[in-house]
């Protein structure tokens, strides 16, 4: 199974500030990368696939980059709602594999 | 707009099987593929497996052995069963819609299942 490793596992930030959350891969993933937002006590909902495709409705604070093995979710301009647990999944290979994911807090 | 709702017993005992099924609204299941996820604090999200609408099935080698999937259409619903299962099993069950990257792009909001006598 190809492993999804995130770094930091928390983060701590304010509003109007910008954070940077990163994931990487253990083997080659291309741009199979997809980025989930989770608030407490509700599903994951998808903000990005394809490591930088916007998912429609998203505000477009959010951005993603990356290729290969290492990728990177940047929230800018924070906004109180996006203080939850981001994760990152590859889709390159079966079985489909998540990060353990990065808690942002205030 | 596609909504997903996972129903099912919310206790299993042990070595039973959990069965779950998730009904689609807003939307045909004949023009997707469906997955099961769940979330366990041990084991954070893990992937269970998924359908396609003419009942192709792709499971987690890891619970292969265990694991079977089913789609009605003419109820607009797909099934999760997981037999013999044990404590490990305790979390909250998803089921998704997939997208053409390998995205879930649709979730249901989730049904914690527990597994105790």
């Known amino acids: 199974d190809i492993q999804m490793t995130q770094s930091p596992d928390s983060l701590s930030a304010s509003v109007g500030d910008r954070v940077t959350i990163t994931c990487r891969a253990s083997q080659n993933i291309w741009v199979y990368l997809n980025w989930y937002e989770q608030r407490p006590g509700k599903a994951p909902h998808l903000l990005i696939h394809?490591?930088?495709k916007l998912q429609s409705g998203v505000p477009s604070r959010f951005s993603g980059s990356g290729s290969g093995t290492t990728f990177t979710l940047t929230i800018n301009n924070l906004q109180p709602e996006d203080f939850a647990t981001y994760y990152c999944?590859?889709?390159?290979?079966?079985?489909?594999?998540f990060g353990q994911g990065t808690k942002l807090e205030i | 707009q596609v909504q997903l709702q996972e129903s099912g017993p919310g206790l299993v005992k042990p070595s039973e099987t959990l069965s779950l099924n998730c009904t689609v609204s807003?939307?045909?299941?004949?023009?997707?593929?469906w997955s099961w996820i769940r979330q366990s604090p041990g084991k954070g999200l893990e992937w269970i497996g998924n359908i396609s609408a003419s009942a192709r099935t792709v499971y987690n080698p890891s619970l292969k052995s265990r694991v079977t999937m089913a789609v009605d259409p003419s109820k607009n619903q797909f099934s999760l069963n997981l037999n013999s299962v044990t404590a490990a099993d305790t979390a909250i069950y998803y089921c998704?819609?997939?997208?053409?990257?390998?995205?879930?792009?649709?979730w249901g909001q989730g049904t914690l299942v527990t597994v105790s006598s």
């Open positions: 999944q590859q889709s390159s290979s079966l079985p489909q594999t």
């Open positions: 394809s490591a930088s």
């Open positions: 998704t819609r997939d997208g053409p990257r390998g995205e879930f792009s649709h």
């Open positions: 807003g939307g045909s299941i004949s023009d997707y593929s």
